[in-house]
C-alpha cells in the first residue's frame, strides 16, 4: 500500500476492489443464467450459441492481451471504470438484442463489449487484489475471487427468478446494467492513484516507454508459463462451467430451464465458500498441497455432473466442480505476486494466461459439442485440471516471508 494512505482509505480501496469483482461476476451470471432464454428467443442452436461466445472470447482476449497497455496509458484506476462501463453497456446490448430487437448482430455487438470489458478489468482488478494482499501479510486474494462467485451467485439467482417468473431477457440486463455501471462510478472514487499500478502521479511521471516495459516484462521470465499451465485448467473447468453448466443439464440431463439456472447457482455457491474460508487452509498446508487436493475434487465433481443418473447427484456433482475449481486461479495470481516489485507485471501475465482459458475456452467446448455432445465434451475439463493439479509445484512461494508455505 501507498505509504500516504490512511486506515480509512486503505479500507475504502480494499471494498472498491471486493465490489468490482462481485459485479465482474454479476455480469457473466447474468448472461450465463439467461442462455437458453436467449438461445430459444433468438431461434438459435448449440453452433451458433458456440459462434457467439467465440466472438466474446475473441474480444475478452484482445481485452486481456491489451489490459497492460491501458494500464500503460491510463493507470488502472481510470482503466477499471472504463472496462466496468464497457460491459455493464455490452450487458444492456445483449438484452436488447434479445427481446426488443431480435438481433443476432446486436447480441454480438453486446458480446464484444462485454468480453472486452470483463477481459481488461480482470486483469487490472487482480493487480489492485494483489497490492492489497501483500499489504496485508497473509492470504486474502481468494476472498477477492470469492466476492466475483458472490456476483455469479447473486447473478444466477436472479437468473432463476427471472426465467421462472416471465420476466424478458432485456429488462434483466437492463436493471444489472444500471447497477454495474453506478458501481464503476462509485469505485473509482474509492481506488486510490499507485504508481506500482501504472497510475500516473504528479510526482513520479515515468515515460510511457518506460511503464510499457514494467507491463511486458514478465512476459521473458519461464515461471509465467508454468503458472499459466495451473491456471488454465482451473480457468477452463470455471469459465467451462458458467457458460454451458446451465444448457448441460436442460439439454444433457433433460431438465427445465429453471434446473440449469440452479445448477450455475450450486456451482457458484460451492465455489464461494471454499473461496471465502480456503484462506487459512492455504497458508496451514500450503499452496501446492491445497492445489493437488482441489484438482482432485474437480475432476471428481465434473465426472459425477456428467454421469449422474438423477438430479440430486448432476447437483452434487456441480458443487465439487465449484469447490475444485474454487483456488487455482487466485493462488496462481498469489504466487506470481511473490515479489511485491515485480508483482503488477507478473499478475498482468498470468492472468492473461488465465484468463484466455476463461474466455476463450467455452466457445471451442461449444463448437466440439456439436459433433460429440455436450456433456461428453466436459470430459476434456476433466483431462485439464488434473494436468493443473500435476504443474502445481509451479506455485511454490519465491521468498521467505510469502503469504504461504509450501508443504
Known amino acids: 500500500m501507498d505509504t500516504a494512505l490512511t486506515r480509512s482509505q486503505f479500507v475504502r480501496w480494499r471494498a472498491a476492489i471486493f465490489a468490482i469483482f462481485l459485479a465482474s461476476g454479476l455480469s457473466i451470471a447474468t448472461w450465463a443464467s439467461r442462455v437458453p432464454d436467449i438461445a430459444a428467443a433468438l431461434g438459435i442452436d448449440k453452433a451458433q450459441i458456440g459462434l457467439l461466445l467465440l466472438g466474446m472470447g475473441v474480444s475478452s482476449i484482445i481485452g486481456i492481451s491489451t489490459g497492460p497497455l491501458v494500464m500503460a496509458r491510463t493507470g488502472a484506476r481510470l482503466g477499471m471504470l472504463i472496462a ?54 497473509r492470504t486474502i486474494l481468494p476472498v477477492f475471487h470469492a466476492f466475483f462467485s458472490f456476483g455469479t451467485v447473486i447473478g444466477a439467482g436472479i437468473g432463476v427468478l427471472a426465467a421462472r417468473g416471465g420476466l424478458d431477457v432485456a429488462a434483466h440486463a437492463g436493471i444489472i446494467s444500471a447497477v454495474i455501471v453506478a458501481a464503476s462510478v462509485v469505485c473509482f472514487f474509492q481506488v486510490p492513484v499507485r504508481e506500482v499500478a501504472l497510475d500516473p502521479t504528479d ?48 439439454e444433457g440431463h433433460h431438465q427445465p430451464s429453471g434446473m440449469g439456472a440452479l ?54 456433482g456441480a458443487a465439487l466442480w465449484g469447490i475444485g475449481a474454487s483456488l487455482g486461479f487466485p493462488l496462481g495470481m498469489s504466487a506470481a505476486a511473490d515479489d511485491p516489485t515485480k508483482a503488477a507485471a507478473r499478475v498482468s501475465a498470468a492472468a492473461t494466461i488465465g484468463y484466455v482459458a476463461f474466455l476463450g475456452g467455452p466457445p471451442v467446448l461449444g463448437v466440439i459439442s456439436e459433433h460429440i455432445g455436450l456433456l461428453n465434451t466436459l470430459f476434456i475439463l476433466v483431462a485439464l485440471v488434473v494436468m493443473s493439479g500435476l504443474f502445481s509445484s509451479a506455485a511454490k512461494p519465491l521468498r521467505e516471508g510469502a503469504p504461504v508455505t509450501t508443504k
Request: proline share 4%.
Open 203 to 250: 510526482e513520479i511521471r515515468p515515460t510511457f516507454r518506460q511503464r510499457m516495459h514494467t507491463a511486458l516484462e514478465a512476459w521473458r521470465e519461464p515461471r509465467t508459463y508454468a503458472l499459466g499451465i495451473v491456471m488454465l485448467g482451473m480457468s477452463f473447468a470455471e469459465g467451462g462451467a458458467n457458460d454451458w453448466i446451465a444448457l448441460g443439464v436442460v
Open 263 to 316: 445448477a450455475l447457482a450450486v456451482f457458484s455457491v460451492g465455489m464461494s465458500v471454499v473461496r471465502l474460508f480456503g484462506g487459512p487452509l492455504v497458508d496451514r498446508f500450503g499452496r501446492v498441497t491445497v492445489l493437488r487436493v482441489l484438482s482432485g475434487t474437480a475432476a471428481a465433481g465434473i465426472l459425477l455432473f456428467i454421469l449422474g443418473p438423477n438430479l440430486p447427484l448432476v447437483l452434487v
Open 84 to 137: 466496468m462501463l464497457m460491459f455493464g453497456t455490452g450487458v444492456l446490448l445483449i438484452g436488447l438484442g434479445t427481446d426488443l430487437l431480435g438481433s443476432i448482430p446486436v447480441v454480438m455487438a453486446g458480446l464484444i463489449l462485454f468480453g472486452f470489458g470483463n477481459g481488461a478489468v480482470d486483469v487490472m482488478m487482480n493487480v489492485e487484489a494483489t497490492a492489497i494482499e501483500q499489504h496485508m501479510g
